[in-house]
């Protein structure tokens, strides 16, 4: 169990409900006329370099399938791997390898596909300062543990992980609530979740220092715009003490920008793209 | 139910897995704070031109959440819709609308992303013939029915739904099989289903044409060996009568080489990249 | 995995479905009264001759009660046993096999009668040509994965799985839309997927031959009428080329019957009965 | 809520299953080819006469599907059904209609055939005398409730439901605890339930009625010694007072002996033909 | 397999929903920051005394969890434990041992503390005389399986599981019916289920014992009451010969004045306080 | 959607499992005696004051099991309520009323015996100060969304809900990592949750501030040391600036200690009792 896995039940359900997808209702009409005694070994090759993901599903899927399938990797989530080179082996049962090889490669793919982009957007981040990529819920129903384990193990952290997970005030709420009550609120009824406001400029960020939010969004600044909000914020720090609020920029960060983004000296640049618009790693499964 | 909506248990049970993951273990706790009473009309709007898909699974998000949110659509799934334009408009609660947003949205933009794909993908075959273009198995685990009909909303065809649907011999089966063998034990052990088989090269098809298969796959061929290919098959069917059994091109398939595939007179240009790596389209739900 | 066994995951879930409408809420309240290291050996025998089917279930169904009881088989799915003869045999703690025995025998023994109520069909049909039994959609609802195994394990054939798996035109779909156009409709938009069309005579047999559909069925006819469609299109075939359509007869198809079809020269005699009709085979489970 | 009804989550859960193994992945792709717009009328009208069970399964298969179909009926479960009689109607989209057909006829047509069987047994057993059919628990994984319900509507009366729900000890039970300390032992354990016991002979029955069983199996007996054992417990109960038990006769009931061993005086008649070896009811869903 | 423990697919399935609550989205973030080599062993220590409950479900936390944790138990269910004593071990990876082991206690005390107090009006009752407690229906939703086997663990025995175990005509019922009607209806309808019957007082009593019910509710009588009623019923038992229905108090039974009620003779002891109310029995798990 | 409202697809599937534990797998077999077309109306009445919780999962009970039936209610989750009052009102069918009764009850009873226990700590509490009352995730497996709701309606707050909301160093993990380098490494890996850090005496708490925590438990501390913490955490704060981490006592708060703990100036006093030991509200439903 380490960071970048993601927990063990969301990999069964996920992986089990794949697997029903690709076999009802009768399996493998193609494996079943293979002999039943041929076997195989077959590696996992990833056609273009990437960052791995979804090791643990890819294990699984065969597992459920046969479990006298044997997986073993030479490579681990989060690995940067390379075209051509052998990242893990599958051996046992042609007809079981040639049946689960899709549902593990569907699964690895797209996940490997999230890490790949991810760490793509946290290099690009990295060469302007210390901001962290932060990924969003806006991602593909029903693998948000699965694509959330994949951006760690790209190298960005998670944003909140649900609607319950702690307080987010937007726009359309603070249009309602106002800023200060709105916090004052977030703090009686829910103490001990984080406070999350967004902002449009700077004097809504003044707001909401004032009001002790815990973290900001900076909503589509510019890198310039975000500078100047980094500094008030830092400034208000100074006066009143105590941890800086988390500030995030979001809107506008691609992979060319997030290095200007960065050295704006915000904490966290969020972006969907690392969930909704990774491609697939193309990675293979080789019968040798 | 038309040719483009998928099944209606489909879409219901993937939308209650999405909000769960969305809302467990204590709801919304932001819009909790919100007004009761408080009502709005918000409008789906994209942000960029694309291809429309996934409405049944936007209103049933809103659906399952909050019968007495209404739900209405200026357009339907397969419409190409513009940057700037309503298509669809959502009023009822403030806060359920809030609640179910994202879920909504993140079905409408990851559907609509791959309708969008998927059409860029057909018009660029219908430059070069009559080619249709063709999904495959390498869809995101979970969503393969969704992600299915969203192809369908893009003017492309599916291929096969699963493994057990028909009959497709690829190169580690024919390595043990032999191309006759295996097309007669298919036809013995699965009359009904479509024997397909893959084929590398002219001398592959020739005895993928004598087993008498209903579908060749045409292996990472270029449009010009593709268009020999084709000729073959014609030359095949002139002398031996009957339907020339489909030809599918496979791997290498791209926006840019579409057109000349097509042009080679095959019948299917198959594609993983719209639905493995189509990004998102924005589509933003803007309150009034 | 041979071509007669279910795949995995369905007989897991069956078996768990089956296991708790026989547990809930307490368990097996007799056998909880038995000394609890009480062990056995109990031996399946069949009461009456017929075709085995079911076995994977069945060892599921003790696996799934406790993994300490062991089960072999001295037959597999497909093989004619006899009435008195140990088929199989299961040793563990005597409680254990008597909570799991009428699950697993539920199981063995509806399946081993779908299987062996096709052998008789499979067999009548065998006296008159080389037609094989088809079933149909007419399954018991929930266990349809099952039974086209146990059909398979008879030695029949599965007709079409499901409703999305292959286009078939009934009488009322063609009436609506007519054979040509039909025809037309089905290619453009699911090329790829057989395509089925009913005939209730030879002048609607000809229309389904000229309109290119992959297979026939032929709607309630005589033995002779059905010689008269096989050699309407045979001759069709000589004069165009390719494979004859497939040839279904559907309707009147029994074990009197199934003989005289098939000497018709149709590939494929259709029955419900075998799915729906089938009466349990009797298999007991002895203790030693 | 009759008493014929099966309750309704039951219902619900075992309608989704059939429906979703019927439509998984695409939906009904021939359907999908009709006019959207088209509508029809089409009425359920039995082939052969029987009785009719399971109307809130083919209503509510039409009811998952699409919530606009109407559905309507005739005649209730129980009921007597003529051939040729019109026993319920459905009208709205004609693809919503050809779409959700076979399912509702599946379960329409498998326990119409379960209480037809059992009305056939039941009215012969009432030629004997007033000894009830009762059930077994040999009923087809997964619908138990549902079969269990026909059985009621067929005129017959359920046996335990499965194994938690009263203590009966067989014989492999009583070998290893003997009848008066297995009584004992059920009654400390669990006050309330019911204690059932086998008994091969009149031998075994004394001790049954001795050791104060609710219930007494008679294994496998003639008719006439069926009456012997009748006689010895009228003849216990006559002397200890109360309610004589139980008995209940299991092995070798058929319509041919039912009358007989109801005429010998027992309670219930146990068979598991009437849920393991019902051949369907033929009903048809004829479009107007 | 013992008396006092649930059936397995009860408990896989509740410790499988009580995982994925404590889990979802990501895991165990605080254990995710162990040094993934740390390995733990700690015991389960309850802080105060009482009787075990529920540690096949503490047991299968963990499996599902990591199941190369190991768990071994020194008490069983059932058993008295003391405070401070070791009562079982669980060893392996710290991570895992900490991630499911608010889970595990979650059940082990809960049930433990259904256990607990189930012994202590088991032993107050036996002050008196031999009257068995008897649990309800009135359980925590969704567990009721795992609080039966506990109240079995805790020395009493258990109600009807569900309302189709058996016939219960309580107040509302008899309103409609009148008693011996209710009871004629209910032998007629569901021969072999019990028959039980509330009674207010004697002259109901008397109704319900002319009737033939199998157990009578004395409902909110006193001792005395009660004593009067054990009574009557005695005489009628004596001189109608058989076994005397089963009585039951229900209404005003507590650990003070269960001694009371068991010495007027009835047998059963009706409570909800021992599902509905059960404080948790303090249980820890102390790493070493 | 109000803050003491559970989210709608865990009431849906808590009560369609408790539905199913009563009713499988015959369905109330004592309503089904009653005559089909009698109805009823029935009162909801506390038989002891309490605080109101889970209308809506009694709401959901009976339209669940037969959507015509009416439930309206006089007072909404939160709300006091006194002994004999109705508070809420159900008509229909009396079967379907006296089916569901027991589910409904049982959510409403157990829910409003949580809030009626957690009421009466936060009264406690509010008698010292302005420390709200705190819930674990020490809850009973299966129900933790809907206790967390009760908690709010009874006037307290929700601790974390899961082990992935946020990070909680307990001895254990401080064990192994150090204070500083523990919520260090939190801070980098998951920026955004907040950081919460046990403490067992002032010279760990001193280390918590100085690590820069959000929260910091007070293990097992009395009033007086609470207090101590208290001004080493102002006095801290007024140093650095910035908000003081909130403060939470745990272990040793009951009812009678909760004012004195509160008069301390912690923030959160966090008890298990109110979800895992709170008896259940007595609440009937009597019919008219």
Same mark, same amino acid.
């Given at each position: 169990?380490?960071?970048?896995?993601?927990?063990?039940?969301?990999?069964?359900?996920?992986?089990?409900?794949?697997?029903?997808?690709?076999?009802?209702?009768?399996?493998?009409?193609?494996?079943?006329?293979?002999?039943?005694?041929?076997?195989?070994?077959?590696?996992?090759?990833?056609?273009?370099?990437?960052?791995?993901?979804?090791?643990?599903?890819?294990?699984?899927?065969?597992?459920?399938?046969?479990?006298?399938?044997?997986?073993?990797?030479?490579?681990?989530?989060?690995?940067?791997?390379?075209?051509?080179?052998?990242?893990?082996?599958?051996?046992?049962?042609?007809?079981?390898?040639?049946?689960?090889?899709?549902?593990?490669?569907?699964?690895?793919?797209?996940?490997?596909?999230? @890490?790949?982009?991810?760490?793509?957007? %946290?290099? !690009?981040?990295?060469? #302007?300062? /210390? =901001?962290?990529?932060? *990924?969003?819920?806006?991602?593909?129903?029903?693998?948000?543990?699965?694509?959330?384990?994949?951006?760690?193990?790209?190298?960005?952290?998670?944003?909140?992980?649900?609607?319950?997970?702690?307080?987010?005030?937007?726009?359309?709420?603070?249009?309602?609530?106002?800023?200060?009550?709105?916090?004052?609120?977030?703090?009686?009824?829910?103490?001990?979740?984080?406070?999350?406001?967004? @902002?449009?400029?700077?004097?809504?960020? %003044?707001? !909401?220092?004032?009001? #002790?939010? /815990? =973290?900001?969004?900076? *909503?589509?600044?510019?890198?310039?715009?975000?500078?100047?909000?980094?500094?008030?914020?830092?400034?208000?720090?100074?006066?009143?003490?105590?941890?800086?609020?988390?500030?995030?920029?979001?809107?506008?960060?691609?992979?060319?920008?997030?290095?200007?983004?960065?050295?704006?000296?915000?904490?966290?640049?969020?972006?969907?793209?690392?969930?909704?618009?990774?491609?697939?790693?193309?990675?293979?499964?080789?019968?040798?």
């Amino acid at each position: 169990m380490g960071i970048a896995d993601p927990y063990v039940a969301a990999v069964r359900d996920a992986v089990a409900r794949a697997l029903a997808e690709d076999l009802a209702p009768l399996g493998d009409i193609t494996s079943a006329l293979l002999p039943v005694d041929a076997t195989a070994v077959a590696d996992f090759i990833p056609r273009s370099p990437g960052v791995l993901a979804g090791t643990t599903c890819a294990t699984e899927a065969f597992a459920q399938l046969d479990a006298s399938v044997d997986v073993s990797w030479a490579a681990v989530d989060g690995d940067a791997v390379v075209a051509g080179e052998v990242i893990g082996t599958v051996s046992g049962s042609m007809a079981s390898i040639l049946t689960a090889e899709r549902t593990a490669l569907n699964f690895l793919c797209h996940l490997s596909g999230v @890490a790949s982009l991810t760490r793509r957007f %946290a290099d !690009a981040a990295a060469t #302007g300062g /210390d =901001a962290r990529v932060w *990924d969003t819920r806006k991602t593909t129903p029903g693998l948000r543990t699965l694509e959330k384990a994949a951006v760690r193990a790209g190298g960005a952290v998670n944003h909140r992980g649900n609607l319950s997970e702690w307080v987010m005030f937007k726009d359309n709420h603070l249009a309602l609530l106002g800023i200060s009550e709105a916090v004052a609120s977030a703090r009686a009824t829910w103490p001990g979740k984080l406070v999350h406001v967004e @902002a449009a400029d700077l004097d809504q960020l %003044a707001q !909401a220092l004032e009001a #002790g939010a /815990d =973290a900001v969004l900076l *909503d589509n600044m510019t890198p310039e715009e975000a500078k100047a909000a980094v500094d008030l914020a830092d400034e208000w720090a100074g006066e009143h003490g105590g941890r800086r609020p988390l500030l995030e920029c979001s809107g506008g960060i691609t992979i060319e920008t997030a290095g200007a983004y960065a050295a704006s000296g915000v904490d966290l640049l969020s972006t969907s793209q690392i969930t909704q618009s990774a491609p697939a790693l193309d990675i293979g499964l080789d019968i040798r």
